[in-house]
């Protein structure tokens, strides 16, 4: 069998482990008690799945490939859990848009009146789009946090600008 077309060094590659959710420089690892709780259970199911890893010994080259990938994971991990600073969002000012706060914005102006938007302020780690909730470092969470109850705030949406009233801001359970 001609080897003219395989690479014999695929083994000796370094796997491409993906980074976690950047984190700036020089800024706290902020995370909610959900937030830590989805880190330390994320941790316990990497632990398992690099136990099975560890016992498949059908292909030696792919089990070693694996191993590396999963002790790169679990390292990145352990370092973001160790790095976490736990905030009880019922400990925020109750009128005022901080970490934790879950936002209702209703537009005032340079979009569809009245429309709203409602998201949660949470760590780097747990945020989703899809469950509306953005991370704490997001240009729309800096924009927001520190403002009041009822305050007018002029987003910049792509090309236009659109006025929003902080209609809404309630912290949940720990």
């Known amino acids: 069998m001609s080897r003219a077309f395989t690479k014999e ?24 008690p959900q937030g830590l709780e989805q880190l330390r259970t994320e941790l316990t199911d990497l632990e398992a799945s690099r136990a099975r890893a560890e016992s498949n010994r059908e292909n030696e080259a792919d089990r070693t490939r694996q191993l590396t990938i999963h ?30 706060a879950t936002v209702m914005l209703r537009t005032r102006s340079g979009g569809i009146s009245g429309a709203e938007r409602r998201f949660t302020i949470v ?17 729309i969470a ?19 600008e659109e006025m929003v009233e902080i209609a809404e801001i309630r912290y949940e359970g720990g």
């Not at 060094?9 to 995370?31: C, F, G, K, M, W």
């Not at 352990?78 to 925020?92: E, F, G, K, Y």
């Not at 760590?123 to 240009?139: H, R």
């Open 71 to 100: 002790n790169a994971r679990i390292s990145a991990l352990n370092a973001r859990i160790a790095s976490a600073r736990l905030v009880d969002p019922r400990t925020q000012p109750p009128r005022e848009v901080r970490f934790g």
């Open 123 to 139: 760590g780097v780690d747990e945020a989703s789009v899809a469950d509306g909730k953005i991370a704490f470092t997001a240009p």
């Open 9 to 32: 060094d695929d083994s000796l590659e370094a796997p491409i482990v993906p980074p976690r959710a950047p984190l700036p420089a020089s800024t706290p690892n902020y995370v909610t």
């Open 142 to 160: 800096r924009l927001l946090q520190g403002c009041q109850l009822g305050q007018i705030v002029s987003l910049r949406l792509g090309p236009k």
